[in-house]
T-cell receptor, first 112, second 111 residues
Framework: DADVTQTPRNRITKTGKRIMLECSQT?????MYWYRQDPGLGLRLIYY???????NKGEISDGYSVSRQAQAKFSLSLESAIPNQTALYFCATRSGGETEAFFGQGTRLTVV | LAKTTQPISMDSYEGQEVNITCSHNNIATNDYITWYQQFPSQGPRFIIQGYKTKVTNEVASLFIPADRKSSTLSLPRVSLSDTAVYYC????????????FGKGTRLHILP
């Protein structure tokens, strides 16, 4: 089983719909991250969380919200999806004091 | 967070040594240098990390000069499977909660 699991792996949704992407980890890490990646571009940080009581905006948080339900779970929500949110979304985890982050397999989201 | 600059793309041939240089002129005293590798449609994977001088592991070497304003990732005897995007990141592993990626270097290995 993967250490960082994202669900769903692929999703097609309609403009205006609310959608949630989920991430769970078994590594016991305190820090969790959500990124989006557009074709040919690097990763951009959406939100990150130090622990269940700490949520921080990243580079591109507008149009997104997150929930850290437990240390092992970090969900990303698109309140009202729009086509330019079509992208590949990655969740990552890291332990404080370590630079190595571990990424999930990604969720390919298409908004039509 | 220190800004990094790396070449957008590079080509090389199988069996060659590839060196990718990253510039980070405003690196801070507590910052470490980390490199990640990303294959298409996969999440990035940690390759190597260093603070100064040279670090080597089974995958790559990382060379950091005394002023730490740049670093070079060295991939020995590359193969087609090394075709990927390589990201250089600089940050304080204790103080920074954020992990910010740049656009990376797209390495294309030719047969």
């Amino acid at each position: 089983d993967a250490d960082v699991t994202q669900t769903p792996r692929n999703r097609i949704t309609k403009t205006g719909k609310r959608i949630m992407l989920e991430c769970s980890q078994t590594k016991g890490h305190d820090r969790m991250y959500w990124y989006r990646q557009d074709p040919g571009l690097g990763l951009r940080l959406i939100y990150y969380s130090f622990d269940v009581k700490d949520i921080n905006k990243g580079e591109i948080s507008d149009g997104y919200s997150v929930s850290r339900q437990a240390q092992a779970k970090f969900s990303l929500s698109l309140e009202s999806a729009i086509p330019n949110q079509t992208a590949l979304y990655f969740c990552a985890t890291r332990s404080g004091g370590e630079t190595e982050a571990f990424f999930g397999q990604g969720t390919r989201l298409t908004v039509v | 967070l220190a800004k990094t600059t790396q070449p957008i793309s590079m080509d090389s041939y199988e069996g060659q040594e590839v060196n990718i240089t990253c510039s980070h002129n405003n690196i801070a005293t507590n910052d470490y240098i980390t490199w990640y590798q990303q294959f298409p449609s996969q999440g990035p994977r940690f390759i190597i990390q260093g603070y100064k001088t040279k670090v080597t592991n089974e995958v790559a070497s990382l060379f950091i000069p005394a002023d730490r304003k740049s670093s070079t990732l060295s991939l020995p005897r590359v193969s087609l499977s090394d075709t990927a995007v390589y990201y250089c990141l600089v940050g304080d592993i204790w103080g920074d909660d954020k992990i910010i990626f740049g656009k990376g270097t797209r390495l294309h290995i030719l047969p």
